[in-house]
């Protein structure tokens, strides 16, 4: 009787669907066939003019509508695949993020729910088949084969003879693996702890362990050091979650850091981890869902896509290294932050999410200095018990090196700030060239590399730009090769003996002769981490090197193979992009080298401070990891410049402070939310034309509905032209940009990026 009263009293729904030409529209409605009860969240198949789409019931029993409806072709399952969590969730994408449901809801379909629908007859129908007017060839078809793509169907019969057929039951939709349900797994037994732990992070654990123990929604902001052990706090509150019986989702930044986290969490959750990102194999993919969703896997690890899985009673969501860029999506609709989206899944979910990082999204820290999150301090780097005796007796850093140190603002003999964490001297390249060393290695570094190498230890060169040279010019004329496509310039890789353009990968011969003049005085101008390698070779010719950036690690288990090779100690020298600055915990590293910082420094964009600060903090905080003390030789032309002073003496919130009265005085967030329009086309005039549309648009709905919105634009992009096509833009400044672009219904060419990471 029950389930009588959560029938549709009027038969028709509201479908998203998945197709492209439709997901950006508004739902659409469809009557429902008698004696069906399609549920919200479950799968279906609905006519769109010829063809049958995917999509996904998000209303039922709606009013019948003034216009006629086709009626549904298939429900698939007999139970939604979107729980209301879930749907829930997909509605504040659509709606925070200006964009479909449609959109919204594709990420939470499994991979079979999306493909092409496939028909087949139902068991002992082929004679009825047969009979059926109009699909003699369709039965035919089906001697021979036992499904066939709907639109296969389609082509044998007409359209609505298929959808008669499926109506009927004579023809049957192939199901996707249906996910399996929910299993009470009764009590789970855990290794017992090999390690207490530091008074500091006992402190955040109770915290974490007394919000659990409420089983209600609470967020955190573990503010810990690099090397504090933030890893261990997450580990006990992960192990506390799974003893009550929930799941707990750990998120990391890339999917460089999977392999890393999987290792951790695997130690102590052995066979109850399932890892989710998007380069897995569809097979794999599937199985980590199903076990997701039976609840066989507690601890599920993964890039941002895993807050799309089934989970069930999710009781911790653990995001760490919370201030990446990375956990942005930002080309493709919802331009979700996986971090919003995680506290939003703890909000409905009745979890505790916890934001982890050393260096704080400035808004981040922001807000939990306003009260929306409680913060936790890991104030000092994890020293292991027999450090004090191991690190006096270690040769103080710099006493060996051959050249004198040319800090940028201390003199050398300075006592650090820090004794727990690596000392950071910064380098000025500028006195470096006055006493004419004209090397990509000032001699701090070149004396460093050589103790490390002596002492059998290992360092890490950072320097975030692939390749060997990042300009090719023309002495004589001044011409630059670059992409025809993208108007940048093309990046010269020493190894292909090609020029490159990292937008969009296009390759060319190095020219021999200038194309402008003629001439053939051609010039490879600044450095990549191929010429990084390059001049370690030719300093160290003995030193084992590793390379680490996008060109060495673009095969599948690239990432795990390099990990291991250098944490295996089967490289002295690890060289690599910002591939290296994040999470990686290697104990025998003492020396971190960051060859240029400047390049982050002087971007156009609010966030450049923020960003090198972050970079520099996290690559920093890579050494000194073991026994021994880190040293981190910092080389840069703006020695003075805020980010790089905070970062030289570890100082988050004298950083923070600063910044965040930039941001005050400029409007800028937190103070004021971003939105970011970017139209595309190959006609450029086309581009300005529409932008103005659009910002005349948008300018009347601001003032028609009494929004406080500044719009800036239309500018062209930071990347004016990418893969053959110009980039125009408008930026949005408002308390809710989102609502004024919900009225302004854009039409397809434009990319919509709300609360953007950056501007560039
Ligand atoms: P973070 O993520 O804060 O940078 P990690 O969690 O990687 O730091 O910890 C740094 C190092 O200290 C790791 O090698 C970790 O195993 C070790 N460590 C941290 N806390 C403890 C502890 N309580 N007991 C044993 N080792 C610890
Ligand atoms: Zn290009």
Known sequence: MGDRLTQPTTPYVEVALQARTARLGRLLTYAVPRAWTPRPGQVVWAPLQQRAEVGVVVRVGVFPPAFPTRPLLAILGDRPLLGARQMALAAWLAERYACSLAEALS???????????????????????????????LAAAFRRRRSLALAEAAELARVAVVADLLRAGV???????????????????????GSALTLAQHDAYAALRDALDARAFA?????????????????HAARHAVQQGR??????SDISLVPAAERRFAEWFPGLVAVVHSERRPTEQRESWARIASGQARVVVGARSALFTPLGDVGLVLVDEEHEAAYKQQDVSPTYHARELALKLGELAGAVVVLGSATPDVETYWRAREGAHRLLTLPRRYLPPAEPAARAAVVVPGATSAAPMSDGAAPASAAPPRPDLPRVQVVDLRAELAAGNTGMFSRALLGELARVLDLGHQAILFLNRRGTATCVICRDCGY?????????????HGDLDRLLCHHCNRRRRAPERCPGCGGRRIRYLGAGTQRVADEVRRHFPRARLLRWDRDTAAQRGAHDRLWDQFASGAADILVGTQMVAKGLDFPSVTLVGVVLADASLHLPDYRAGERAFQLLTQVAGRAGRGQQPGQVIVQTYSPQHYAIQAARLHDYAGFWERELAFRRTHAYPPFRRLARLIFSDSDEARCWRECGRVLRALRAEASASAQAAQLIGPAPAYLRRLRGRYRWQIVVAAPAPERLLAAAALPSGWTVDVDPTSLL
């Open 480 to 492: 630059t090769v670059s992409c025809d496509d993208c108007l940048l310039p093309m990046i010269y």
């Open 219 to 235: 967020s955190f902001l573990l503010h810990g050091v690099t090397g504090s052990g933030k890893t261990h706090v997450y580990l």
């Open 171 to 193: 023809l049957q939709a192939v199901l996707p693996d249906a996910l399996p349900l929910w299993e009470e797994q009764g009590p789970i037994s855990l290794p017992a702890l």
């Open 107 to 137: 990420g939470f379909l499994p991979a079979g729910a999306r493909a092409a629908p496939r028909v087949r007859p139902a068991p002992d129908t082929l004679a009825t088949l047969a009979g059926h007017a109009g699909a003699d060839r």
């Open 247 to 252: 799941q707990v989702l750990v998120l990391v």
